[in-house]
């Protein structure tokens, strides 16, 4: 019976799509509620945002408002007391938490770095080819700015890989691409038309095409810092095999362009430089930022890519790079980019945000008890962060 309404809730279980070749993901996805969504992963549906709740959470979700709905026209004091109380217990674990997470990362910093002579030893010879994916979608009018940012990069160009992936459909941004004469290491790929229509779908099909053994996401408006790209891969050569992931810190050339993007900074200044340092004192779940990671290609294929319908594609890698047995470490590199000035952009962001961290909290807690089982106190760190 519960089985049946499990499908019941779903509508029908997803389908997978095999993908066109055995040693590739492209053409993979999934068929589900009579939508074909190619997303070149084979990322399991268990593990993936194409559906939000299971049985089990649904039933769960509606007993719970119920009860809270029957309490509160029984007794509406009593239950609204519940609430507050749990609601305290909650945000006091919270900040205990959080302040413990501040200790540790300012009294022990963790967060690699790197001296000259590290740089002076390094040679160009020997350097791996490195693979920059930037998902572009109408974003015609700042590519230039990207190309000079990549051309910043202190890395040789016959040893890097940039990789343009563009929208079927976009067609401004191809026809602006196409008229660019861009350096020999630029390569454009074309993204066949599929839904959904998101930067992980583009991330997936520009993995699958990736000849890197080092591979890093860029948006079109990062101006990364010249060195970054060798601070990885020291930072990965100085490292052990676990650490699949370095994050580099992020920030925002325009602070000072109005209030808002003040905020924006101080925002960001805590968490990429107080927080996500702590939380790898720790050596917990690191939530990763949108842009910057950068990845063992070979673990990332091992993933099987970016979850195409999670918002917020990059902390769910984040939690399942942690839940595989890898580690994320954090760099001490800065990548600016444009801070959100205007407050409707701004609620249509963080509102995309939030939906993402529920949806990345719901995909990790649909089997809780193995989760516990696994990963012990990390699973209440887990749920305080998201």
């Known amino acids: 019976m519960f089985k049946s309404l499990t499908e019941f809730i779903r509508g029908f279980r997803p389908i997978p799509i ?63 007391s519940i609430i507050v109380a749990v609601l305290s217990v909650v945000y006091f674990a919270d900040a205990v938490f959080s302040f413990f ?5 300012l009294h022990f910093p963790v967060e690699m770095e790197f001296s000259d002579g590290e ?19 109408r974003e015609a009018k700042i590519l230039l700015q990207f190309v000079k940012a990549m051309d910043s990069l202190n890395w040789p160009t016959n040893r890097l890989e940039v990789l343009l992936l563009l929208e079927q459909n976009d067609e401004e941004t191809i026809d ?3 008229k660019m004469n861009l350096p ?45 790209l060798k601070k990885a891969y020291l930072g990965f050569a100085k490292s052990d095999h676990r ?16 209030f808002l993007t003040r905020l924006f900074t101080a925002e960001y200044s805590l ?66 980019e444009e801070a959100n000035s205007n407050i409707r952009n701004w609620i249509r962001q963080r509102s995309r945000w939030i939906k993402g961290y529920f949806q990345t909290y719901l995909v990790h807690t649909r089997s809780p ?8 106190f990390h699973t209440l760190f887990f749920h305080l962060v998201m």
Not at 305 to 332: H, M
């Open 243 to 258: 650490v699949a992931c370095l994050q580099a810190k992020l920030n925002y050339y325009n602070p000072h362009h109005n």
């Open 184 to 228: 020999a290491h630029f390569k454009i790929l074309i993204v066949p038309h599929s839904l959904p229509k998101t930067k992980p779908k583009a991330c997936n099909y520009g993995l699958a095409h990736a000849r890197g053994s080092l591979i890093v996401i860029y948006d079109a408006e990062d101006k990364p810092e010249p060195d970054q």
């Open 369 to 376: 008890l193995n989760f516990v089982k696994k990963h012990g």
């Open 101 to 105: 997470v501040i200790v540790k990362s």
């Open 271 to 336: 968490w990429f430089d107080v927080i996500l340092p702590g939380f790898q004192s720790i050596n917990t779940a690191i939530p990763l930022g949108g842009t910057s990671n950068h990845f063992r290609t070979d673990v990332l294929r091992k993933l099987e890519g970016w979850d195409p319908f999670n918002v917020t594609e990059d902390a769910d890698l984040g939690i399942r790079l942690f839940k595989s047995g890898y580690k994320t470490a954090i760099i001490d590199s800065v990548t600016y």
């Open 18 to 80: 095999l993908p066109e070749e055995n040693r590739s993901m492209v053409g993979a996805g999934v068929d589900y509620r009579g939508k074909r969504f190619v997303t070149h992963t084979t990322l399991h549906h268990r593990n993936s945002a194409v559906y939000t709740l299971t049985g089990w959470q649904f039933v769960f979700m509606i007993s719970v408002i119920g009860l809270v709905l029957a309490g509160l026209l029984l007794n509406a004091h009593l239950v609204l």
């Open 119 to 137: 740089f002076q030893e390094l040679n160009s010879k020997t350097l791996p080819l490195y693979t920059i994916l930037c998902p572009l979608y």
């Open 176 to 178: 602006a691409v196409k």
